[in-house]
């Protein structure tokens, strides 16, 4: 079966500050896909990041960096240098490949707050 | 660019009523996929369709059906709504390549739309 944990429920940090969101997934698929989703307060949910299984390459997007670490089956998380506007809930899902249609299984998001 | 559209954004509706969502996928994409998201919760897989056909079957109850029509938007029926099926559901297109080297692509994620059953 697939799973996806984020073991921190909450981060409160104040801006500027380093925080890292951990993931950390399960699957018996020898080819599989991670995501990153950010929900602000507003309710919709934003594609940041998409990682194949076949590709450990590390990736840095402005003030947001992707650890993908297959040996851990770990997929964290950095924003550098946070701001009021990262306040949201962050998702880390996974998806196999075997079919067409083949679901997202999301963690149970983790709630960043970034303070003034 | 184009995102995917769901309508209606909110919808009240009292319980045992029957509700449909809309959602039209961003063009060119062939596969759209419905899930729920409770208060407080992570989204769930409800369905999808991959180029007009049942693709997937997530936590769907009996009461729910959907379908994606030949333009490629789809629609989900609720009936016999239950106070615990409000929710924020949510529609998502992606552009599935076929061939010999299949991949799955980015599912994109339209706004939402906010049930309340009362």
């Known amino acids: 079966a697939q799973k996806v944990t984020q073991a921190q429920t909450e981060i409160s940090v104040v801006e500027k500050e380093d925080v890292t969101l951990d993931c950390v997934y399960e699957t018996r698929d020898t080819t599989y896909y991670l995501f990153w989703y950010k929900q602000p307060p507003s309710g919709e949910l934003v594609f940041l990041i998409r990682r194949n299984s076949f590709d450990e390459q590390n990736e840095i997007s402005g003030r947001y960096s992707w650890n993908f670490q297959k040996s851990t089956s770990s997929f964290n998380f950095t924003i550098t240098a946070s701001q009021v506007v990262d306040s949201a809930v962050y998702f880390c899902a996974l998806s196999g490949h075997n079919q067409a249609g083949t679901a997202l299984i999301f963690g149970k998001g983790t709630t960043l707050s970034v303070s003034s | ?118």
């Open chain 2, 1 to 118: 660019a184009a995102g995917v559209i769901q309508s209606p954004r909110h919808l009240i509706k009292e319980k045992r009523e029957t509700a449909t969502l809309k959602c039209y996928p961003i063009p060119r994409h062939d596969t759209v996929y419905w899930y729920q998201q409770g208060p407080g919760q992570d989204p769930q897989f409800l369905i999808s369709f991959y180029e007009k056909m049942q693709s997937d079957k997530g936590s769907i109850p009996d009461r729910f059906s959907a379908q994606q029509f030949s333009d490629y938007h789809s629609e989900l029926n609720m009936s016999s709504l239950e106070l615990g099926d409000s929710a924020l559901y949510f529609c998502a297109s992606s552009l599935e390549r076929g061939g010999l080297r299949r991949t799955k692509e980015t599912q994109y994620f339209g706004p939402g739309t906010r049930l309340l059953v009362l």
